[in-house]
């Protein structure tokens, strides 16, 4: 143990530049472009090319057409792979620097140190988040999702609100639990990754004074809280769902040609 720690000291001012690094690109880009991604579910009622009746509609059919689009890119397997590999990276020396770290709040309560707790909080819940989400939304482990509900891009909206709800009939007791994780899980993100931007620029020497620092600070300030809007509503979109409008509205756009996950296969 002590020759791994004596390893990590030795490359110290290599790994905490990677570190950053990582939590910039890809994860931190990943995070707005997911962001922006599910958010279309709001900001797509506005989108007049999509067909629907209402707004609502609108939104279900852009993030539809939004989620079609990213899955039919090609290598996609590849960067996907890339962006594990940074989330494990980022994860491992994270969890590393938080357990060697120390924390000073009790004895002195400012600002910079309930950042830096904050910080090392955030991160564990926003793992936890990731692996869950992951885990449910993408490798198919339906037995952590109330009601079974298995997602599925084609019907990107349905089974998505279907997994939130806890049952694709409305929202229920263990789909309040399941919203309550989103929330934690998706505030934790955003707070980490704008946190972490501020304190980026101080480890590769960006913002070395003051007055520098705040004003990076007010930069990173305004893109969390946009972040945070975005994240915020697109949970908030996907609970007012209704899942039979967002079905009917799928099925239009795919005449048909894609399986129902929800419809049981034939004898």
Do not use: K
Not at 98 to 112: E, F, K, L
Not at 175 to 180: P, R
Not at 234 to 245: E, I, P, Q, T
Request: charged share 15%; with cysteine.
């Amino acid at each position: 143990m002590s020759r791994q720690a004596g390893s990590l000291a030795r490359h110290h001012f290599l790994l905490r530049r990677l570190h950053s690094l990582t939590g910039l690109v890809p994860i931190g880009l990943f995070l707005i472009l997911h962001l922006t991604t599910n958010a279309s579910v709001l900001w797509g009622a506005a989108n007049s090319r999509a067909p629907g009746a209402g707004a609502l509609d609108r939104g279900v059919t852009t993030f539809q057409e939004e989620v079609s689009w990213i899955n039919s890119l090609p290598g996609l397997l590849l960067i996907e792979i890339a962006l594990w590999v940074s989330i494990a990276f980022h994860a491992v020396l994270g969890v590393y620097y938080a357990r060697s770290g120390r924390g000073n709040v009790a004895r002195y309560p400012h600002m910079d140190n309930w950042r830096y707790t904050l910080q090392r909080i955030t991160g564990y819940v926003a793992l936890v988040f990731i692996l869950y989400h992951v885990a449910t939304l993408r490798w198919g482990w339906t037995w952590l999702v109330p009601g079974g509900t298995r997602w599925t891009h084609e019907y990107a909206a349905s089974t998505l609100a279907a997994a939130i709800h806890g049952s694709p009939d409305g929202l229920r007791p263990m789909g309040v639990l399941v919203s309550a994780l989103y929330m934690a899980g998706i505030t934790s993100a955003v707070f980490h990754f704008a946190n972490g931007l501020w304190t980026m620029a101080i480890t590769w020497g960006l913002t070395v004074s003051i007055p520098a620092q705040r004003r990076w600070g007010r930069v990173c300030l305004a893109l969390g809280a946009g972040l945070m809007l975005m994240a915020w509503g697109a949970l908030v979109g996907f609970l007012v769902l209704d899942h039979d409008r967002a079905r009917a509205l799928e099925e239009s756009i795919h005449g048909g040609g894609v399986a129902d996950p929800d419809r049981a296969p034939e004898e």
